[in-house]
């Protein structure tokens, strides 16, 4: 069964750090590149930050640029998110998330963070 098994968030002051972490299982991780995308209440998704499947190469959104870091270890079949500068609007359903070479995609459950004082 494939799984993605998102841990790490939580409740957090503005300025202060979490890192997410997405175990895979089920399907062979180095082989794809992963995403994690996060939803606020209210609004629609919104694509973070990707990375290859080697982990060379990123991309991160304006709105996180600078603040997060995506990285994964492909020994461990993990994906981390390590987020910095926390802000209020980065309140948000955190999900990691991959695209099948068929094109559809599989999701984490997610994971809350909180920023607030």
């Known amino acids: 069964e494939v799984q993605l098994v998102d841990s790490g968030g939580g409740m957090v002051q503005p300025g202060g750090s979490l890192r997410l972490s997405c175990a895979a299982s089920g399907f062979t991780f180095s082989n794809y590149a992963m995403s994690w995308v996060r939803q606020a209440p209210g609004k629609g998704p919104e694509w973070i930050s990707n990375?290859?499947?080697?982990?060379?190469?990123?991309y991160y959104a304006d709105a996180v640029k600078g603040r997060f870091t995506i990285s994964r270890d492909n020994a461990k079949n993990t994906l981390y998110l390590q987020m910095n500068s926390l802000k209020p609007e980065d309140t948000a359903l955190y999900y990691c998330?991959?695209?099948?070479?068929?094109?559809?995609?599989?999701w984490g459950q997610g994971i809350q963070v909180t920023v607030s004082s």
């Open positions: 990375i290859n499947t080697g982990g060379g190469s990123t």
């Open positions: 998330a991959f695209r099948w070479f068929s094109g559809s995609y599989q």
